[in-house]
């Protein structure tokens, strides 16, 4: 076990809604990655947050956002959901070092858009 | 930005057999490459990583080589058992931007 939990395990939402993820990092840890995972490819970077501030994105469109609190719990947060937002969300924790940090995921919530 | 490939998509090996699979990266910058197991229904699990100034890491029955040069590192796990089936997953990582490859199914027949 890596000690970072994610909720809700599982969620059904139709088109245009919108939907929020929650991630508990590991203790100490304060960044936060989340990553999109489409059944059969490797996870994908969403954006990392570090310190409570966006600290790098990934090639997805401004309905994805986050927030990191200032216990370093984090929430991904996304818009006007469309059917191709079926996935797996997952989120990492780490601690940032200047990169290479080690990143711990968690189970993962798994989206469903119909 | 970077680009990781990883070879083969899937592999079956007998119990015992070695197993490997290799991975290609686009970007020079890199420095950082851990290999993830995901089993069903879980989260992707570190089994070993290298970084950028190292050769070769063993942990056990698991390896990693990097070769700086050729933008290309490989996973090797030797005397395989059945608990070893599952994705096994590359990643470049330069300044905390993480690339993934596509995943490797591996299968451990008994």
């Known amino acids: 076990e890596t000690g970072v939990t994610q909720s809700p395990t599982h969620l059904i939402k139709t088109r245009g809604q919108q939907v929020t993820l929650r991630c508990s990092s590991q203790s100490g840890h304060n960044t936060v990655s989340w990553y999109q995972q489409a059944l059969g490819q490797g996870p994908q970077f969403i954006f990392q947050y570090y310190r409570e501030e966006e600290n790098g994105r990934g090639n997805f469109p401004p309905r994805f956002s986050g927030l990191q609190f200032p216990n370093y719990s984090s929430e991904l947060n996304v818009n006007a959901l469309e059917l191709d937002d079926s996935a797996l969300y997952l989120c990492a924790s780490s601690v940032l070092a200047g990169g290479g940090e080690t990143q711990y995921f968690g189970p993962g919530t798994r989206l469903l858009v119909l | 930005g970077e680009n990781v490939e990883q070879h083969p998509s899937t592999l079956s090996v007998q119990e015992g057999d070695s197993a490997v699979i290799k991975c290609t990266y686009s970007d020079s910058a890199s420095n950082y490459f851990p290999w993830y197991k995901q089993e069903l229904g879980k989260g992707p699990q570190l089994i070993i990583d290298?970084?950028?100034?190292?050769g070769e890491k063993k942990d056990q029955r698991i390896a990693v080589t990097l070769n700086k040069t050729a933008k290309h590192f490989s996973l090797h796990i030797t005397e395989t058992q059945p608990e070893d089936s599952a994705v096994y997953f590359c990643a470049a990582d330069n300044n905390n931007d993480m690339r993934f490859g596509a995943g490797t199914r591996l299968t451990v027949k008994p």
């Open positions: 290298i970084r950028s100034n190292v």
